[in-house]
Nanobody, 115 residues
Framework: QVQLVESGGDLVQAGGSLRLSCAAS????????MGWYRQAPGKQREVVAG???????NYADSVKGRFAISRDNAKNMVYLEMTSLKPEDTAVYYC?????????WGQGTQVTVSS
């Protein structure tokens, strides 16, 4: 089992910035892709960004140029640097990890962007 714990969610004004962190623990051997999803009220969960163990990244079109994902393999951490935040970025953000063909999810952290 892999446990994921997110932190960093907050209330921020439009145009502001936040940094989300996710710590992985447990059976982290074989931790491969890590990333972030989000779910806004009344909407389906959607991918935000992902990063492989080797550092290859991908982003949703809606966040390209504003968000940056990174990871520290030594610390088993993944980060999401969010800038130029918009009200439509308001959602619960979930950390995600894939290890040995199994998917793991954190419990989520709330990001609220006020206009």
């Amino acid at each position: 089992q892999v446990q994921l714990v997110e932190s960093g969610g907050d209330l921020v004004q439009a145009g502001g910035s936040l940094r989300l962190s996710c710590a992985a623990s447990g059976r982290i051997f074989g931790l491969n892709v890590m990333g972030w999803y989000r779910q806004a009220p009344g909407k389906q969960r959607e991918v935000v960004a992902g990063i492989t163990r080797g550092g290859r990244t991908n982003y949703a079109d809606s966040v390209k140029g504003r968000f940056a994902i990174s990871r520290d393999n030594a610390k088993n951490m993944v980060y999401l640097e969010m800038t130029s935040l918009k009200p439509e970025d308001t959602a619960v953000y979930y950390c995600y990890a894939e290890a040995l063909s199994r998917d793991y999810w954190g419990q989520g952290t709330q990001v609220t962007v006020s206009s």
